[in-house]
C-alpha cells in the first residue's frame, strides 16, 4: 500500500516550491509524482495543424520526487508523516503519525 496516492493534498517540503500545497493527479513508477500548479516550466511546443496545437512556450508540470512531498494535514495545517495499519477487520488504512486520524474512510 501506498503511502501517498492520487487525489491527495500533499504539501512540498524541499526546493523552489517550497510550502506551496497541490492535489496529487499521477504517480510515476520511478518514485516521482505530478502535483497540480507545482514545478511549473516553460517548454517550447512546435505547432501541430493536424491536431490543432498551436506553437509557442507552454506552461508544464513536471514530475518531482516522492520524497519531496508529504500529505497535507488538515487537523494540524502541516505536513505529516504517514504510516500504515491493519484495522480488527483485516483492512490496511493510513494514518497521520501526530495524531493517530485515520486518512482513509
Known amino acids: 500500500m501506498n503511502k501517498i496516492k492520487k487525489?491527495?493534498?500533499v504539501i512540498v517540503i524541499t526546493g523552489k516550491d517550497k510550502g506551496r500545497r497541490g492535489t496529487v493527479t499521477n504517480i510515476q513508477a520511478?518514485?516521482?509524482v505530478l502535483v497540480e500548479n507545482i514545478n511549473m516550466v516553460k517548454k517550447s511546443q512546435k505547432p501541430?495543424?493536424?491536431q490543432g496545437v498551436t506553437g509557442g512556450i507552454?506552461?508544464?508540470e513536471m514530475p518531482i520526487q516522492l520524497s519531496n512531498v508529504m500529505l497535507f494535514n488538515p487537523a494540524t495545517g502541516k505536513g505529516d508523516k504517514v504510516g500504515i495499519k491493519t484495522l480488527e477487520d483485516s483492512t490496511k488504512v493510513r494514518y497521520f503519525k501526530?495524531?493517530?486520524e485515520v486518512v482513509d474512510v
Request: proline fraction near 7%; charged fraction near 40%; aromatic fraction near 0%.
Open 7 to 9: 487525489g491527495d493534498e
Open 30 to 32: 520511478d518514485g516521482k
Open 48 to 50: 501541430n495543424p493536424n
Open 58 to 60: 507552454i506552461d508544464k
Open 98 to 100: 501526530s495524531n493517530g
